[in-house]
């Protein structure tokens, strides 16, 4: 069954949105700042956790590949945080410029930028919380394992859905 589309007919579907330029701005950026919304409150509050991990009493116990690997883990965490608030610096400092298209291409690589980061950050925190818990041989393997999850999901999936429902010009 063919359906109707925006400013198309039920045998020639209109492909596109029917927006200007300064629109479909204003469209991806509300679409980019509900997605740093999601990631930026779970980075900051994952990296304030982190934070307060070198003042426990367990910490001074630390052989130095867990310290090392801790601090990693915090400067990716730092890395993510300032990638995802970017984004809100970005757009404020360039308010009123009439530069939308241009604030949301960079605040998208910035929140892109951001993702990976907040990636290393969960597979170093992982990495450490799973090594000091267990001195498990298998400590990389699940970690291996986890971290496949996650390029599954926010990346493999999405890309393999863009490219199968991606209409070719």
């Not at 579907?13 to 700042?33: C, F, S």
């Not at 934070?51 to 910490?59: D, I, K, M, Q």
């Not at 052989?63 to 300032?82: E, F, W």
Request: charged residues 15%; hydrophobic residues 50%.
């Amino acid at each position: 069954m063919v359906t109707r589309h925006e400013g198309g007919t039920a045998d020639r579907p209109n492909r596109g949105r029917a927006e200007t330029e300064d629109e479909r701005a204003d469209r991806q950026w509300h679409e980019l700042i509900q997605e740093i919304r999601v990631t930026q409150t779970g980075v900051q509050i994952l990296f304030g956790f982190l934070l307060t991990v070198v003042f426990t009493p367990h910490f001074q116990e630390l052989g130095a590949t867990d310290k090392n690997t801790y601090l990693v883990t915090v400067v990716c965490g730092a890395l993510a945080t300032g990638a995802l608030i970017g984004p809100v610096a970005l757009h404020r400092i360039v308010s009123g410029r009439r530069i939308k298209p241009q604030a949301v291409a960079w605040a998208s690589r910035l929140t892109f930028a951001g993702i990976v980061l907040l990636l290393a950050t969960l597979t170093c925190a992982l990495f450490l919380v799973l090594r000091v818990a267990g001195h498990d041989p298998y400590v990389p393997w699940i970690v291996s394992g986890v971290v496949a999850w996650y390029l599954l999901c926010w990346f493999v999936l999405p890309l393999w859905v863009r490219f199968r429902h991606t209409a070719t010009p």
